[in-house]
């Protein structure tokens, strides 16, 4: 049952990503007729009825799995992000996913112009703040962290200028 809950969950994201990837690309008028198209096609995915609101590069999407809002035109690191995980400073931000689903929080942030060194930069402050790291190194300018605390999990990936990075928080049984 949590593996389905998990699938769709992802699913979800995935269709949500793509969907505002489209929609950016849509005039105003349009609007409402690709957020009905979206909510159609996430309720034949998930089996959930679903609602979604496009506005101003902001899309937010809700159904009884949870809410996701993706913010086009977030330039600045969430507040809502516990100051356990430490900020990532070395690139511009240029969009902000936040997910409530399931009862999992998560944000996945996307970068551009990403400073070299910044998986060894990042990986000590991970350190510093008590996560467990693996680092994987892909050529001179890319790679990944993936990063454990008792509360969280931080994944980064990226290289030549651009990286994401996710967080989630973990559920507490």
């Known amino acids: 049952m949590k593996i389905t809950k998990k699938i769709r969950t992802v699913g979800l994201l995935?269709?949500?990503l793509l969907f505002s990837v489209f929609m950016d690309s849509c005039k105003k008028a349009s609007e409402?007729?690709?957020e009905k198209m979206m909510e159609k096609a996430l309720e034949n995915a998930t089996g959930d009825k679903a609602n979604v609101d496009v506005s101003n590069e902001k899309?937010?999407?809700?159904?009884s799995a949870g809410r996701m809002e993706i913010d086009g035109k977030a330039t600045s690191w969430p507040d809502e992000?516990?100051?356990?995980?430490p900020e990532f400073k070395y690139g511009k931000i240029t969009a902000v996913t936040t997910s409530n689903m399931d009862g999992s929080k998560s944000w996945s942030?996307?970068?551009e112009k990403v400073e070299e060194g910044f998986l060894d930069k990042y990986d000590a402050q991970l350190k510093d703040k008590g996560f467990e790291t693996v680092i994987t190194k892909v050529g001179e300018k890319g790679?990944?962290?993936?990063a454990e605390s008792d509360k969280y999990n931080v994944f980064?990936?990226?290289g030549e200028g651009n990286m994401s990075l996710a967080v989630t928080v973990k559920k507490q049984e």
């Not at 899309?59 to 159904?63: A, L, P």
């Not at 992000?81 to 995980?85: E, L, M, R």
């Open 81 to 85: 992000i516990p100051g356990d995980v």
């Open 143 to 146: 790679g990944s962290i993936t």
């Open 109 to 111: 942030i996307v970068y």
């Open 14 to 16: 995935a269709i949500a």
């Open 32 to 34: 409402k007729a690709g």
């Open 59 to 63: 899309t937010v999407i809700e159904s």
């Open 156 to 158: 980064l990936m990226g």
